[in-house]
Structure formats: structure tokens, C-alpha cells
């Protein structure tokens, strides 16, 4: 799955708790991180982490790959609301994944 694939699932009214059992992950995490593969761009594929495993690393190597965490589910979800609220709704889901993508990289 690819960023632009996460923002469209989720602005398409997708639940949390579906998405955490489609991507076997534990709902009752503490936090479900967003990680991308290295080299990290838009066309990167995501991983998906709990927190208890990754202890908040920057990069986290799973099965021989290196992934670079973007933020966490939290902020994710936020970001998305927000761009369903307040945001134009003529935003393509590109943008709103290049945007998450350049705040992923730069402010967390």
C-alpha cells in the first residue's frame, strides 16, 4: 500500500478498527505507526507498526528492509479530518499524500 492509497481509503470513510483487521494489526495498540520503505518518496510502499514494537525509532528494520517513520495514526487521522473539513474539496488525493509525505519528512 502506498500513501496515496491510505488517504484514499480513509477520506472514502474507511474505519481505523476495519483498516487495523485488514492489515492484521492490533487495535488495541497504544499507537499503530506509519512507516515507508526506504528510499522514502510517494511511490514508497507503508508498513505499519505498533509502537510496543518499534519503541518510537526513527527507522526500523523489519524482514532485512529499512523503514523511515512518517507519524503515527494519530496525526494521520487528524490530518485527514481536517482536509475533509476544512479543506478544499477539490484536493486530489495525491496532494493530500504529497502533502502528509512532506510534513512526514520535515516537521515530525
Known sequence: MK???LV????NGG???NFCRLQSLDV???VIEIYMLEPVNLDSELAFFAIEDTEGKIEYVFN???YSNLFD???FQDSIEEFKTNGDSAITDEEI???LLMYGLNDA
Not at 484514499?8 to 477520506?11: I, K, M, P, S
Request: hydrophobic share 25%; glycine share 0%.
Open 3 to 5: 500513501l496515496v492509497d
Open 8 to 11: 484514499r481509503y480513509f477520506r
Open 15 to 17: 474505519s481505523y478498527d
Open 28 to 30: 488495541n495498540s497504544e
Open 64 to 66: 532485512d528492509k529499512t
Open 73 to 75: 495514526f494519530y496525526i
Open 97 to 99: 499524500a504529497c502533502r
